[in-house]
Structure formats: structure tokens, C-alpha cells
Nanobody, 122 residues
Framework: QVDLVESGGGLVQAGGSLRLFCTAS????????MGWYRQAPGKQRELVAV????????YGDSVKGRFTISRDNNAKNTVYLQMNGLKPEDTAVYYC???????????????WGQGTQVTVSS
């Protein structure tokens, strides 16, 4: 069994900051890509930021320069998303996503977390 557990969401005023954490737990042999997507009401889920095992990053156009994804060196299998300069349009449910290779498996599988709400007030 694998779990992706998110934390750190909440309510913040425009211009403020939040940090989201995602921890993958279970019989994980390797993580290929780990990151965040978001979905606002009435909109499709979109890329926020992802981090590869090699350290490469990719950001959605709307968050470039404001959000940073990093590996948490103090916690195994954990990434965090530092969100600065938050705008009301950043309001959404943020989902952790990861490509994981589990014990006994030969291929990576994709997993989603349950999501955490981020609300930015104007």
C-alpha cells in the first residue's frame, strides 16, 4: 500500500506565502517524479510544479517565479512547494502526484494524494 500525504494548505491573504508538503510512504524502491497539480472549481487539473529524481524541475506558466519545488532533505520521500506572492487565482485544491517504483514491481506507477485546499483571499 502506498500513501501520498499532503499538508500545509490553508487560508492566506493575497501576497502571502504558504508551504505545502507531500510525503510518500509504503514499500517504495524508487521515486522518478514527484510534484503538485491543482484544480480550481469548474476548471481542469493543471500542472503546478514537478521535481525529477535527477533534480530537474518544471513549473506551470502561471506560477513561474513565485513557486519553488524542492526535496526535503530532512524527511525521506518528501517534497515541498514554497508558494510566495499568492494570488486569488491560485485558489484551488492542490494534489500531490508521484511516479513510484514499489517493491515487487518492474515498472513505475502513478499515484495521487487526496488533495489539500489552498484559498487566497483578496
Amino acid at each position: 500500500q502506498v500513501d501520498l500525504v499532503e499538508s500545509g494548505g490553508g487560508l492566506v491573504q493575497a501576497g502571502g506565502s504558504l508551504r505545502l508538503f507531500c510525503t510518500a510512504s509504503g514499500s517504495i524502491r524508487s521515486i522518478n517524479v514527484m510534484g503538485w497539480y491543482r484544480q480550481a472549481p469548474g476548471k481542469q487539473r493543471e500542472l503546478v510544479a514537478v521535481l525529477t529524481s535527477g533534480g530537474s524541475t518544471k513549473y506551470g506558466d502561471s506560477v513561474k517565479g513565485r513557486f519553488t519545488i524542492s526535496r526535503d532533505n530532512n524527511a525521506k520521500n518528501t517534497v515541498y512547494l514554497q508558494m510566495n506572492g499568492l494570488k486569488p487565482e491560485d485558489t484551488a485544491v492542490y494534489y500531490c502526484n508521484a511516479d513510484l517504483l514499489l517493491d515487487g514491481r518492474s515498472d513505475y506507477d502513478n499515484y495521487w494524494g487526496q488533495g489539500t485546499q489552498v484559498t487566497v483571499s483578496s
